[in-house]
Protein backbone atom coordinates (compact mmCIF):
# COMPACT_ATOMS: atom_id res chain seq x y z
CA UNK A 1 0.00 0.00 0.00
CA UNK A 2 1.06 3.53 -0.07
CA UNK A 3 1.44 4.07 3.19
CA UNK A 4 4.38 1.50 3.22
CA UNK A 5 6.04 3.90 1.22
CA UNK A 6 4.96 7.05 2.87
CA UNK A 7 5.60 7.76 6.19
CA UNK A 8 6.44 5.54 9.19
CA UNK A 9 7.82 5.97 12.45
CA UNK A 10 10.46 3.51 11.08
CA UNK A 11 10.94 5.72 8.22
CA UNK A 12 11.68 8.76 9.99
CA UNK A 13 14.38 6.90 12.43
CA UNK A 14 15.92 6.12 9.39
CA UNK A 15 16.55 9.22 7.80
CA UNK A 16 17.45 10.91 10.91
CA UNK A 17 19.87 8.35 11.55
CA UNK A 18 21.70 8.68 8.09
CA UNK A 19 21.40 12.56 8.33
CA UNK A 20 23.25 11.58 11.64
CA UNK A 21 25.85 9.76 9.84
CA UNK A 22 26.48 12.33 6.89
CA UNK A 23 26.98 14.75 9.52
CA UNK A 24 29.78 13.75 11.37
CA UNK A 25 30.90 10.56 9.46
CA UNK A 26 30.19 11.92 5.68
CA UNK A 27 31.72 14.94 6.55
CA UNK A 28 35.30 12.96 7.86
CA UNK A 29 35.09 11.10 4.69
CA UNK A 30 35.14 14.00 2.37
CA UNK A 31 38.64 15.37 4.32
CA UNK A 32 40.00 11.99 3.87
CA UNK A 33 39.27 11.40 0.12
CA UNK A 34 41.50 13.14 -2.50
CA UNK A 35 39.55 15.40 -5.46
CA UNK A 36 39.18 12.88 -8.76
CA UNK A 37 41.13 13.17 -11.49
CA UNK A 38 38.89 13.94 -14.76
CA UNK A 39 38.65 10.96 -17.39
CA UNK A 40 39.81 10.84 -20.84
CA UNK A 41 36.56 11.35 -23.29
CA UNK A 42 35.37 8.51 -24.31
CA UNK A 43 32.16 7.29 -25.74
CA UNK A 44 29.14 7.31 -22.83
CA UNK A 45 27.04 3.58 -22.83
CA UNK A 46 26.90 3.96 -18.89
CA UNK A 47 25.83 6.44 -16.68
CA UNK A 48 24.16 6.39 -13.19
CA UNK A 49 22.24 8.83 -11.34
CA UNK A 50 22.12 9.30 -7.73
CA UNK A 51 18.55 10.51 -6.27
CA UNK A 52 17.86 9.23 -2.57
CA UNK A 53 15.08 11.39 -0.50
CA UNK A 54 11.59 11.86 -1.48
CA UNK A 55 9.21 10.89 -3.67
CA UNK A 56 8.98 14.50 -5.61
CA UNK A 57 12.89 15.27 -6.21
CA UNK A 58 12.71 11.59 -8.35
CA UNK A 59 9.27 12.63 -10.07
CA UNK A 60 11.40 15.88 -11.37
CA UNK A 61 14.40 13.70 -12.00
CA UNK A 62 13.00 12.02 -14.94
CA UNK A 63 12.88 14.63 -17.91
CA UNK A 64 16.30 15.16 -17.19
CA UNK A 65 16.78 11.56 -17.22
CA UNK A 66 14.94 12.01 -21.16
CA UNK A 67 17.36 14.97 -21.94
CA UNK A 68 20.41 12.81 -21.46
CA UNK A 69 19.07 9.82 -23.57
CA UNK A 70 18.11 11.73 -26.09
CA UNK A 71 21.74 13.09 -26.28
CA UNK A 72 23.11 9.68 -25.74
CA UNK A 73 20.57 7.14 -26.80
CA UNK A 74 22.73 4.18 -26.77
CA UNK A 75 23.52 4.71 -23.33
CA UNK A 76 21.74 2.55 -20.36
CA UNK A 77 21.06 4.57 -17.30
CA UNK A 78 20.69 3.44 -14.20
CA UNK A 79 19.61 4.66 -11.05
CA UNK A 80 20.89 4.63 -7.30
CA UNK A 81 17.61 5.34 -5.17
CA UNK A 82 16.37 4.69 -1.75
CA UNK A 83 13.43 2.59 -1.01
CA UNK A 84 10.93 5.50 -0.33
CA UNK A 85 11.65 7.01 -3.86
CA UNK A 86 12.67 3.62 -5.92
CA UNK A 87 9.02 2.72 -7.05
CA UNK A 88 8.49 6.25 -9.09
CA UNK A 89 11.56 5.29 -11.83
CA UNK A 90 9.07 2.44 -12.56
CA UNK A 91 7.42 5.33 -14.61
CA UNK A 92 10.33 6.13 -16.71
CA UNK A 93 11.23 3.28 -19.71
CA UNK A 94 13.98 4.57 -20.06
CA UNK A 95 15.42 3.45 -16.97
CA UNK A 96 17.27 -0.07 -17.05
CA UNK A 97 18.32 -0.96 -13.56
CA UNK A 98 16.67 1.39 -10.11
CA UNK A 99 19.51 0.15 -7.12
CA UNK A 100 19.04 1.04 -3.65
CA UNK A 101 21.38 3.29 -1.47
CA UNK A 102 19.85 2.28 1.85
CA UNK A 103 20.08 -1.21 0.73
CA UNK A 104 23.03 -4.02 0.57
CA UNK A 105 22.82 -3.50 -3.07
CA UNK A 106 24.84 -0.01 -2.65
CA UNK A 107 28.10 -2.54 -2.52
CA UNK A 108 27.34 -3.70 -5.93
CA UNK A 109 27.39 -0.40 -6.70
CA UNK A 110 30.90 0.54 -5.24
CA UNK A 111 32.12 -1.96 -7.29
CA UNK A 112 30.35 -0.76 -10.64
CA UNK A 113 31.87 1.38 -12.97
CA UNK A 114 30.25 3.97 -15.39
CA UNK A 115 31.42 6.56 -17.71
CA UNK A 116 29.27 9.11 -15.48
CA UNK A 117 28.10 9.44 -12.04
CA UNK A 118 25.62 12.44 -11.61
CA UNK A 119 24.76 13.07 -7.88
CA UNK A 120 21.73 15.15 -7.88
CA UNK A 121 21.40 15.28 -3.95
CA UNK A 122 21.77 18.88 -2.63
CA UNK A 123 23.84 18.56 0.84
CA UNK A 124 24.32 15.78 2.36
CA UNK A 125 28.06 14.39 1.70
CA UNK A 126 27.49 10.60 1.64
CA UNK A 127 26.26 10.38 -1.92
CA UNK A 128 29.53 12.70 -2.66
CA UNK A 129 31.69 9.83 -1.12
CA UNK A 130 29.76 7.04 -3.00
CA UNK A 131 29.95 9.50 -6.29
CA UNK A 132 33.99 9.66 -5.53
CA UNK A 133 34.14 5.90 -5.03
CA UNK A 134 32.43 5.20 -8.17
CA UNK A 135 35.08 4.29 -10.85
CA UNK A 136 34.04 6.69 -13.14
CA UNK A 137 35.80 9.50 -15.52
CA UNK A 138 32.86 12.16 -14.98
CA UNK A 139 31.53 13.11 -11.91
CA UNK A 140 29.16 15.22 -11.47
CA UNK A 141 27.09 17.06 -8.09
CA UNK A 142 26.22 20.28 -6.29
CA UNK A 143 28.69 22.08 -4.94
CA UNK A 144 26.74 22.93 -1.63
CA UNK A 145 29.18 22.64 0.65
CA UNK A 146 33.24 20.29 1.35
CA UNK A 147 31.69 18.14 -0.78
CA UNK A 148 32.76 19.84 -3.90
CA UNK A 149 36.18 18.58 -3.73
CA UNK A 150 35.15 15.11 -4.69
CA UNK A 151 33.28 16.09 -8.48
CA UNK A 152 35.52 16.75 -11.38
CA UNK A 153 32.71 19.29 -11.60
CA UNK A 154 30.93 20.72 -9.01
CA UNK A 155 27.79 22.78 -9.98
CA UNK A 156 25.73 25.73 -8.13
CA UNK A 157 22.68 25.63 -6.51
CA UNK A 158 20.01 28.03 -5.80
CA UNK A 159 17.11 27.46 -3.33
CA UNK A 160 15.04 30.09 -5.12
CA UNK A 161 15.26 27.83 -8.87
CA UNK A 162 12.70 25.92 -9.89
CA UNK A 163 14.30 22.44 -8.76
CA UNK A 164 13.88 20.82 -12.07
CA UNK A 165 15.87 23.57 -13.66
CA UNK A 166 18.17 23.00 -10.72
CA UNK A 167 18.58 19.35 -11.76
CA UNK A 168 19.49 20.29 -15.47
CA UNK A 169 22.13 22.58 -14.49
CA UNK A 170 23.91 19.26 -13.83
CA UNK A 171 24.00 18.07 -17.40
CA UNK A 172 25.62 21.55 -18.44
CA UNK A 173 29.13 20.11 -18.24
CA UNK A 174 27.66 17.72 -21.45
CA UNK A 175 26.99 20.38 -23.11
CA UNK A 176 23.51 19.52 -22.84
CA UNK A 177 21.38 23.06 -22.42
CA UNK A 178 18.33 24.46 -20.79
CA UNK A 179 15.33 23.48 -22.62
CA UNK A 180 12.41 25.75 -23.24
CA UNK A 181 9.89 23.95 -21.34
CA UNK A 182 9.06 20.26 -20.24
CA UNK A 183 7.22 17.87 -22.50
CA UNK A 184 4.27 16.63 -20.26
CA UNK A 185 3.39 13.93 -19.82
CA UNK A 186 6.71 12.69 -18.37
CA UNK A 187 5.38 9.35 -16.30
CA UNK A 188 3.72 6.51 -17.90
CA UNK A 189 1.65 4.61 -15.99
CA UNK A 190 1.58 0.51 -17.03
CA UNK A 191 -1.66 -0.61 -18.42
CA UNK A 192 -2.41 -3.06 -15.22
CA UNK A 193 -2.12 -0.02 -12.94
CA UNK A 194 -4.54 1.75 -15.31
CA UNK A 195 -6.92 -1.14 -15.07
CA UNK A 196 -7.14 -1.85 -11.52
CA UNK A 197 -7.83 2.30 -10.71
CA UNK A 198 -10.44 1.74 -13.43
CA UNK A 199 -12.45 -0.93 -11.16
CA UNK A 200 -11.96 0.61 -7.72
CA UNK A 201 -13.41 4.02 -8.91
CA UNK A 202 -16.64 2.26 -9.86
CA UNK A 203 -18.38 4.78 -11.41
CA UNK A 204 -16.70 7.32 -10.61
CA UNK A 205 -14.49 6.47 -14.06
CA UNK A 206 -17.35 7.66 -15.86
CA UNK A 207 -17.37 11.23 -15.02
CA UNK A 208 -14.77 14.14 -14.22
CA UNK A 209 -13.67 13.77 -10.69
CA UNK A 210 -11.61 15.78 -8.28
CA UNK A 211 -8.51 14.22 -6.71
CA UNK A 212 -7.60 15.46 -2.81
CA UNK A 213 -4.13 14.55 -1.73
CA UNK A 214 -4.47 15.66 2.23
CA UNK A 215 -1.13 13.79 2.96
CA UNK A 216 2.38 15.13 3.82
CA UNK A 217 5.07 13.89 5.39
CA UNK A 218 5.40 16.78 8.48
CA UNK A 219 2.06 18.10 10.02
CA UNK A 220 3.49 21.74 8.21
CA UNK A 221 2.46 20.88 5.24
CA UNK A 222 -0.95 19.60 6.42
CA UNK A 223 -4.49 21.88 5.28
CA UNK A 224 -6.47 19.48 7.52
CA UNK A 225 -9.00 17.32 6.86
CA UNK A 226 -12.00 19.91 7.90
CA UNK A 227 -10.91 22.38 5.12
CA UNK A 228 -10.87 19.66 2.52
CA UNK A 229 -14.24 18.48 3.84
CA UNK A 230 -15.55 21.73 2.69
CA UNK A 231 -13.65 22.07 -0.47
CA UNK A 232 -15.96 18.84 -0.53
CA UNK A 233 -18.76 20.11 -0.57
CA UNK A 234 -17.91 22.82 -2.70
CA UNK A 235 -16.85 20.90 -5.41
CA UNK A 236 -20.17 18.83 -5.34
CA UNK A 237 -22.19 21.68 -5.57
CA UNK A 238 -20.40 22.35 -8.48
CA UNK A 239 -20.93 18.60 -10.23
CA UNK A 240 -17.75 17.37 -9.34
CA UNK A 241 -17.58 14.40 -6.96
CA UNK A 242 -14.06 13.96 -5.18
CA UNK A 243 -11.64 11.16 -4.60
CA UNK A 244 -9.08 11.14 -1.68
CA UNK A 245 -6.08 9.12 -2.66
CA UNK A 246 -2.66 8.99 0.42
CA UNK A 247 -0.89 6.23 2.16
CA UNK A 248 -2.75 4.16 5.24
CA UNK A 249 -2.37 7.16 7.69
CA UNK A 250 -4.83 8.78 5.56
CA UNK A 251 -7.06 6.77 5.74
CA UNK A 252 -9.05 8.78 8.97
CA UNK A 253 -8.26 12.09 7.10
CA UNK A 254 -9.96 10.81 4.38
CA UNK A 255 -12.88 9.02 5.54
CA UNK A 256 -13.79 12.53 7.29
CA UNK A 257 -13.38 14.21 3.73
CA UNK A 258 -16.05 12.37 1.92
CA UNK A 259 -18.45 11.88 4.92
CA UNK A 260 -21.38 13.21 3.94
CA UNK A 261 -20.50 14.05 0.16
CA UNK A 262 -20.12 12.06 -3.26
CA UNK A 263 -16.91 11.10 -3.34
CA UNK A 264 -14.61 8.15 -2.79
CA UNK A 265 -12.11 7.16 0.11
CA UNK A 266 -8.99 5.46 -2.06
CA UNK A 267 -6.24 6.49 1.05
CA UNK A 268 -4.45 3.24 1.53
CA UNK A 269 -6.01 0.87 -0.71
CA UNK A 270 -3.70 1.27 -3.54
CA UNK A 271 0.02 1.52 -4.64
CA UNK A 272 1.70 4.97 -4.92
CA UNK A 273 1.60 3.64 -8.72
CA UNK A 274 -1.72 2.85 -7.92
CA UNK A 275 -2.71 6.06 -6.87
CA UNK A 276 -0.79 7.95 -9.99
CA UNK A 277 -3.20 6.25 -11.84
CA UNK A 278 -6.19 7.33 -10.21
CA UNK A 279 -4.68 10.82 -10.58
CA UNK A 280 -3.80 10.00 -14.36
CA UNK A 281 -7.80 9.78 -15.01
CA UNK A 282 -8.84 12.77 -12.73
CA UNK A 283 -9.93 16.37 -13.90
CA UNK A 284 -7.87 17.96 -11.74
CA UNK A 285 -5.23 17.48 -8.29
CA UNK A 286 -5.68 19.65 -5.27
CA UNK A 287 -2.29 19.11 -2.84
CA UNK A 288 0.18 20.38 -0.74
CA UNK A 289 3.46 20.66 -1.25
CA UNK A 290 3.89 16.99 -1.84
CA UNK A 291 5.26 13.79 -3.97
CA UNK A 292 1.77 13.50 -5.49
CA UNK A 293 1.86 16.75 -6.31
CA UNK A 294 4.48 16.28 -8.85
CA UNK A 295 3.19 13.00 -10.11
CA UNK A 296 0.36 14.81 -10.77
CA UNK A 297 2.56 17.25 -12.67
CA UNK A 298 4.19 14.62 -14.18
CA UNK A 299 0.86 13.39 -15.85
CA UNK A 300 0.02 16.68 -17.25
CA UNK A 301 -2.67 16.86 -14.72
CA UNK A 302 -3.51 20.65 -14.12
CA UNK A 303 -3.25 21.27 -10.08
CA UNK A 304 -3.69 23.72 -7.22
CA UNK A 305 -1.46 23.62 -5.15
CA UNK A 306 -1.01 25.00 -1.31
CA UNK A 307 2.40 26.34 -0.34
CA UNK A 308 3.51 28.08 3.32
CA UNK A 309 6.60 26.33 4.78
CA UNK A 310 7.69 24.53 1.65
CA UNK A 311 9.52 26.92 -0.71
CA UNK A 312 7.33 27.87 -3.91
CA UNK A 313 9.82 29.50 -5.95
CA UNK A 314 11.78 25.63 -5.85
CA UNK A 315 9.27 23.37 -5.70
CA UNK A 316 5.61 24.95 -6.97
CA UNK A 317 4.17 23.55 -10.38
CA UNK A 318 4.70 25.87 -13.36
CA UNK A 319 2.53 26.67 -16.09
CA UNK A 320 -0.97 27.97 -16.79
CA UNK A 321 -2.42 24.46 -16.13
CA UNK A 322 -1.26 25.29 -12.42
CA UNK A 323 -2.75 27.60 -9.94
CA UNK A 324 0.03 27.64 -6.26
CA UNK A 325 -1.87 29.57 -3.60
CA UNK A 326 1.08 30.81 -1.15
CA UNK A 327 0.33 33.52 1.55
CA UNK A 328 4.05 34.16 1.56
CA UNK A 329 4.08 35.19 5.58
CA UNK A 330 6.90 36.39 6.78
CA UNK A 331 7.93 33.28 8.43
CA UNK A 332 7.81 31.50 4.98
CA UNK A 333 9.13 29.23 3.85
CA UNK A 334 10.99 27.74 6.54
CA UNK A 335 12.29 24.73 5.13
CA UNK A 336 15.98 24.48 4.01
CA UNK A 337 17.79 21.24 2.35
CA UNK A 338 15.04 19.31 3.43
CA UNK A 339 14.57 20.55 7.49
CA UNK A 340 11.08 22.28 8.13
CA UNK A 341 11.54 23.44 11.66
CA UNK A 342 8.78 22.56 13.94
CA UNK A 343 6.17 25.63 13.88
CA UNK A 344 5.34 27.60 16.93
CA UNK A 345 2.30 29.46 15.39
CA UNK A 346 -0.06 26.54 14.53
CA UNK A 347 1.00 26.47 10.73
CA UNK A 348 -0.48 29.71 9.82
CA UNK A 349 0.89 30.15 6.78
CA UNK A 350 -1.83 27.14 5.43
CA UNK A 351 -4.25 28.35 7.78
CA UNK A 352 -4.80 31.51 6.42
CA UNK A 353 -5.93 29.51 3.12
CA UNK A 354 -9.19 29.07 2.68
CA UNK A 355 -11.62 26.89 1.75
CA UNK A 356 -12.76 29.65 -0.92
CA UNK A 357 -9.24 30.55 -1.93
CA UNK A 358 -9.01 26.81 -2.89
CA UNK A 359 -11.98 26.83 -4.45
CA UNK A 360 -12.06 29.68 -6.75
CA UNK A 361 -8.71 28.10 -7.85
CA UNK A 362 -10.32 25.08 -9.08
CA UNK A 363 -13.03 27.23 -10.89
CA UNK A 364 -10.55 29.22 -12.73
CA UNK A 365 -9.28 26.31 -14.10
CA UNK A 366 -11.80 24.74 -15.02
CA UNK A 367 -13.50 27.74 -16.53
CA UNK A 368 -10.38 28.02 -18.86
CA UNK A 369 -11.47 24.83 -20.35
CA UNK A 370 -8.39 23.28 -20.39
CA UNK A 371 -10.15 20.46 -18.76
CA UNK A 372 -12.37 19.60 -21.46
CA UNK A 373 -10.05 19.45 -24.21
CA UNK A 374 -6.73 18.49 -23.04
CA UNK A 375 -6.89 15.40 -21.19
CA UNK A 376 -4.65 13.57 -24.19
CA UNK A 377 -3.01 16.64 -25.39
CA UNK A 378 0.62 16.86 -25.37
CA UNK A 379 1.50 20.16 -22.98
CA UNK A 380 4.18 22.03 -21.94
CA UNK A 381 5.45 23.59 -19.00
CA UNK A 382 7.17 26.80 -20.08
Not at 22 to 50: H, M, T, W, Y
Not at 68 to 78: F, G, T
Not at 128 to 133: C, I, M, S
Not at 179 to 194: A, K, M, N
Request: charged share 20%; aromatic share 8%; with cysteine.
Amino acid sequence: MFGHVSSSQGHFLKIKLLKFVDKFVGRALVCCLASPRLGQERQVNKVLFIRPGGIGDAVLLIPVLELLKKQYPEAVIDVLAEKRNATVFKMCSIVSRVLLYDQIELLKVLRSSYDIVIDTEQWHRLTAVVTRLIKSGIKLGYGTNERKKLYTHAIDYSHDRYELDSFCDLLKPLDIGQPDGYSVPFLTIPITEQESAHKLLGRFSECPYVVLFPGASIPERRWGAKKFHQLAVKLNEDGYPVVVVGGQEDYDTGAEIVFGVDGLNLAGKTSLIGSAAVVERAALLVSGDSGMLHIGVGLGRPTVSLFGSGIAAKWAPQGENHVVLNKALLCSPCTRFGYTPPCSVDVKCLAVISVDDVHAAVVKIVGSHLLSNGYQKQERID
